[in-house]
């Protein structure tokens, strides 16, 4: 077990470091293609990107998370796997090549059918990788993972960024996606160190499938959830609507892309290794203390910043982000608090339970974006905001105590840092007021050092943020070492 736990500390640590780079990338690109690219050339390609994007779930059809969770998985069982996961990719961008057409006559716009169908690449590829990925990650090759990701990512911004410059437009968007699914399939291959073997009916993946086609139920009804806003704003608003809030949205996604997507990879195959109950609780209040103080701060802190953030990564001309990403913020918190239990549906192969809440929870997301639409895209990011609340009152009543975990220690766990952040959010509130009209910087560098004095004197006077603050010091030296 201690040999586990350390590989867990260096996952993290690489997944970590890599996750920061990227988002280092990330932010350079926005920076630079929202002063290159407008408002509807980000729309034009999100009105693609909300459709076809659900093809990418289907061209891994679940399988990669199988293949990580079990403990008995063979050569051949994986080799099937990986067939069926191209057969499967190469189906799925057969269609989209075709529905092309059809996307183009939604929208009433013809130049998605050339986009639709370049796009239609990427699934083969990703569908390919997707075993490549699951190899290295059952095999705790964290590190060679995070290499491929950070150079797929850099590679494939050079590029975008040229594409913009020598006048692309939307193009330079769509060669991106292109070259880092193409990049990322050659380096994963590489990182795994694993060559698939022909297919063979000996070798039986009936349970796997099952498995597979419980968590991708899961992964399509919350990718629909999360891109019907997409369709509508497009749909009803236009796409210069939809460009402002897919900016917003991008930005609302990049603490849970940056931070809880790499404790995912680390988090998930650890915990499929724990037969011990009592530990397996432990492992799980720990990671839920320390992404709602890191993951929850970050939302919080962008709170906070709002509008200097705006302005400084996307430009002034993006001004009509900011409530946007405000609303989507909020959401961003309450997903945060309930992202552990996706690691525990996972790790204990109940994604027959996962899926039946999800169905559920995320319906009811979808209405209250419907109703929304009505009032623009604020009222629907009001909708999904909603919906995530609704989404972490019923995970955490109903569905996570039928897993055999404990309840209120992950509440607890989470509404400290959560109490602690609302406070200082609303202490701080007048110097956000007095400031709005400042330069950017100048609001970061008066709102950031009034934050950390808040924390500063709450770490002080509260033991139990103390306690806190030592035990998230522990994890990260854990994970240093």
């Known amino acids: 077990m201690t040999s586990l736990s350390g590989a867990a500390a260096k996952g993290a640590a690489h997944s970590l470091l890599a996750q920061f780079l990227r988002f280092a990338i990330q932010i350079g690109s926005l920076f630079a293609l929202a002063r290159i690219l407008t408002p509807e050339d980000y729309g034009t390609v999100?009105?693609?990107?909300?459709?076809?994007?659900?093809?990418?779930?289907?061209?891994?059809?679940?399988?990669s998370s199988a293949a990580i969770q079990s403990q008995t998985i063979t050569h051949g069982q994986k080799s099937n796997l990986f067939w069926l996961n191209s057969a499967v990719g190469a189906a799925v961008?057969?269609?989209?090549?075709?529905?092309?057409?059809?996307?183009?006559?939604?929208?009433?716009?013809?130049?998605?059918?050339?986009?639709?169908?370049?796009?239609?690449?990427?699934?083969?590829?990703?569908?390919?990788t997707a075993q490549f990925r699951a190899e290295a990650t059952k095999s705790l090759r964290f590190r060679a993972m995070a290499i491929a990701d950070v150079a797929a990512q850099a590679i494939s911004f050079v590029v975008a960024i040229g594409a913009a410059w020598l006048g692309a437009s939307y193009w330079a968007l769509v060669l991106q996606q292109l070259v880092s699914a193409l990049l990322l399939l050659i380096m994963l291959w590489i990182a795994s160190a694993w060559v698939p073997s022909r297919p063979s009916r000996q070798h039986d993946i009936r349970d796997l499938i099952s498995f597979g086609m419980n968590n991708l139920g899961t992964q399509?009804?919350?990718?629909?959830?999360?891109?019907?806003?997409?369709?509508?704003?497009?749909?009803?608003?236009?796409?210069?609507?939809?460009?402002?809030?897919?900016?917003?949205?991008?930005?609302?996604?990049?603490?849970?892309?940056?931070?809880?997507?790499?404790?995912?990879?680390?988090?998930?195959?650890?915990l499929s290794k724990l037969q011990d109950d009592s530990l397996f609780q432990r492992y799980v209040q720990q990671a839920q203390l320390l992404q709602t103080y890191l993951i929850?701060?970050?939302?919080?802190?962008?709170?906070?910043?709002?509008?200097?953030?705006?302005?400084?990564?996307?430009?002034?001309?993006?001004?009509?982000?900011?409530?946007?990403?405000?609303?989507?913020?909020?959401?961003?918190?309450?997903?945060?608090?309930?992202?552990?239990?996706?690691?525990?549906?996972?790790?204990k192969a109940l994604t027959g339970m996962q899926l039946r809440y999800t169905i559920?929870?995320?319906?009811?997301?979808?209405?209250?974006?419907?109703?929304?639409?009505?009032?623009?895209?604020?009222?629907?990011?009001?909708?999904?905001?909603?919906?995530?609340?609704?989404?972490?009152?019923?995970?955490?009543?109903?569905?996570?105590?039928?897993?055999?975990?404990?309840?209120?220690p992950l509440v607890v766990a989470a509404a400290r840092p959560v109490a602690l952040y609302s406070t200082m959010l609303l202490?701080?509130?007048?110097?956000?007021?007095?400031?709005?009209?400042?330069?950017?910087w100048l609001q970061i560098v008066t709102i950031g050092p009034a934050m950390g004095i808040f924390l500063a004197l709450a770490w002080v006077l509260v033991p139990q943020i103390r306690r806190d603050a030592a035990e998230m010091h522990r994890l990260i030296r854990k994970v240093r070492g």
Not at 305 to 333: H, M, R
Not at 385 to 408: E, M, Q
Request: aromatic content about 14%; proline content about 5%.
């Open 46 to 63: 999100a009105l693609v990107t909300a459709i076809t994007g659900l093809a990418i779930l289907l061209a891994d059809f679940g399988l």
């Open 93 to 128: 961008a057969v269609v989209v090549f075709v529905a092309a057409h059809p996307i183009s006559w939604l929208y009433q716009r013809p130049e998605l059918v050339s986009i639709a169908q370049a796009l239609s690449l990427t699934f083969f590829l990703y569908a390919v």
């Open 220 to 270: 399509v009804v919350s990718y629909v959830s999360n891109n019907v806003d997409s369709v509508l704003i497009g749909r009803f608003w236009g796409v210069e609507q939809l460009g402002l809030y897919n900016r917003a949205y991008q930005l609302y996604r990049m603490p849970l892309q940056q931070l809880a997507a790499p404790m995912t990879r680390v988090a998930f195959p650890i």
């Open 296 to 347: 929850g701060g970050a939302f919080f802190g962008s709170l906070a910043l709002c509008s200097p953030l705006i302005d400084i990564v996307l430009g002034p001309q993006w001004a009509e982000t900011k409530p946007l990403f405000a609303i989507l913020a909020v959401g961003g918190i309450l997903q945060t608090l309930g992202y552990v239990y996706y690691w525990v549906f996972l790790a």
């Open 360 to 408: 559920v929870s995320r319906s009811l997301m979808v209405v209250f974006m419907i109703i929304g639409v009505q009032w623009g895209a604020h009222g629907v990011a009001l909708g999904m905001t909603f919906g995530l609340l609704v989404n972490w009152i019923i995970l955490t009543f109903s569905a996570v105590p039928k897993t055999g975990l404990s309840t209120r």
């Open 427 to 440: 202490v701080v509130s007048p110097v956000i007021w007095l400031t709005w009209e400042w330069q950017a």
